[in-house]
């Protein structure tokens, strides 16, 4: 057996591609695996999905199957669902125009050598045919593959033009598979750079995650600053293009974050609204940047404070990091180890608003549970007794001082 076989076979998702490729061939159906699967497969890796391509309509694929899908019927995109797996199974298409620069503004369906040359680039657009078991390449992919290349399927600019997200996703696939980008895609890329500011954020997001992720991070981000891609969208990063990601790396914030610890505040909050990052993420991404500008200012609050700043992932992350990095880790260790001996949470106040009825007004309530919640994370009190002592003593002080 092929080691692309061997690869397949052994992937979760090889039962259900399994049955799909029966059924479609046993209705007469070609059926292939396309995109970053066979990609993978060639490189020696596992790939995320198994992607399926066929001859049959997604109206032929929806009365074959017991459960399907509909992603996208016009664009030929189905998915069929087998137990656990869900695998996409599209149809062979050519693209019409590109109006928007997004997507093709209608489909047709056709061959194989048409969908393959409808594809980003080169070592994306080949196809294994599941029933001859072997490899289908219309566009010298696996040329590619070999020299480890990048290169658009036909002319650069027009494929960028196009869909501008291509430009992102050529430096991406650069970082990902750790290989070089063909000269005149480069040089495309260099001579559209600004188109990919239409790209929506949410897609920028991802693409940007998947190139901090990659293994070969640092020569993406080259591709993106030779390009000017790392101008358009995120100039703060020309000046030190440097990435070593630290720390307990893992959210895509995570990455981001890192990515982003050298702007000003005002670049960074560029950044994120580009990004559409949610809510949290762009709490956690500011909490770790304004640690980051100044630790000492977080090492000199009390603990109490510091243990409640931790409940936010920001200052968590940002601390590990800084500890990953030597950075003043004796100290660190010691608030991360408090946080640790706290199961990770805040515990539940001894005092609240009740304790301090008739006894306080307005402003002073807040300031007195604050203190007494601090007096809590610094195990000064350690029982709501102690605590209700305690605050008999600070109500005499309040009212003698
Ligand atoms: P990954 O491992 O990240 O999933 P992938 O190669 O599978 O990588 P996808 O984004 O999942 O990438 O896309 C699947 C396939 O669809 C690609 O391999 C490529 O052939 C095609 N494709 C995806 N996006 C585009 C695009 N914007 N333009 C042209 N072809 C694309
Ligand atoms: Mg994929």
Same mark, same amino acid.
Request: charged share 35%; proline share 3%.
């Given at each position: 057996m092929s080691q692309v076989q061997h690869l397949l076979e052994t992937h979760p998702h090889w039962p259900a591609v399994n049955a799909i490729y029966h059924k479609l061939q046993a209705a007469g159906y070609k059926a292939f695996l396309a995109g970053g699967c066979v990609r993978d497969a060639l490189l020696g890796i596992t790939a995320n999905d198994?992607?399926?391509?066929?001859?049959? !309509?997604?109206?032929?694929?929806?009365?074959?199957?017991?459960?399907?899908?509909?992603?996208?019927?016009?664009?030929?995109?189905?998915?069929?669902?087998?137990?656990?797996?869900?695998?996409?199974?599209?149809?062979?298409? !050519?693209?019409?125009?590109?109006?928007?620069?997004?997507?093709?503004?209608?489909?047709?369906?056709?061959?194989?050598?048409?969908?393959?040359?409808?594809?980003?680039?080169?070592?994306?657009?080949?196809?294994?045919?599941?029933?001859?078991?072997?490899?289908?390449?219309?566009?010298?992919?696996?040329?590619?593959?070999?020299?480890?290349?990048?290169?658009?399927?036909?002319?650069?600019e027009r494929r960028f033009k196009e869909d501008h997200l291509r430009l992102l996703r050529a430096a991406r696939f650069v970082a990902q598979l750790d290989f070089s980008l063909d000269s005149a895609t480069q040089t495309a890329i260099g001579a559209m750079a600004s188109l990919v500011n239409t790209v929506s954020g949410e897609r920028l997001r991802d693409e940007m995650g998947k190139l901090l992720k990659a293994k070969a991070a640092s020569k993406g981000l080259r591709v993106m600053q030779e390009t000017g891609l790392l101008k358009e969208l995120f100039a703060f990063r020309l000046s030190d293009n440097s990435w070593q990601p630290r720390g307990p790396t893992k959210e895509t914030w995570h990455f981001l974050s890192l990515f982003m610890r050298k702007a000003s505040r005002e670049e960074l909050e560029k950044a994120v609204a580009l990004l559409r990052l949610s809510v949290k993420e762009q709490r956690a991404i500011l909490k770790s940047w304004e640690l980051w500008q100044n630790p000492s200012a977080f090492l000199q609050k009390r603990r109490g404070e510091q243990l409640q700043a931790l409940t936010d992932p920001g200052v968590l992350f940002a601390l590990q990091v800084l500890l990953s990095e030597g950075t003043q880790s004796a100290s660190i260790q010691n608030i991360l180890d408090d946080w640790e001996s706290w199961g990770a949470e805040l515990p539940k106040p001894y005092l609240n608003g009740e304790d301090l009825k008739g006894k306080l007004s307005g402003k002073s309530i807040g300031v007195c549970l604050a203190e007494a919640f601090n007096e809590q994370l610094e195990r000064r009190l350690d029982s709501r007794e102690k605590a209700l002592a305690w605050l008999q003593g600070y109500l005499q002080k309040e009212q003698h001082g």
């Open positions: 198994l992607d399926v391509a066929t001859n049959a !309509t997604p109206d032929q694929i929806e009365a074959l199957f017991e459960k399907t899908v509909n992603v996208g019927k016009v664009f030929g995109v189905m998915r069929v669902i087998i137990g656990d797996a869900d695998i996409e199974v599209a149809t062979f298409r !050519t693209d019409g125009d590109y109006k928007d620069g997004r997507r093709p503004d209608h489909v047709e369906f056709s061959s194989p050598e048409e969908d393959a040359k409808r594809r980003d680039f080169t070592v994306n657009a080949l196809f294994y045919d599941l029933v001859a078991k072997k490899v289908l390449d219309y566009v010298d992919g696996e040329k590619d593959l070999k020299i480890k290349l990048i290169r658009t399927v036909g002319d650069a």
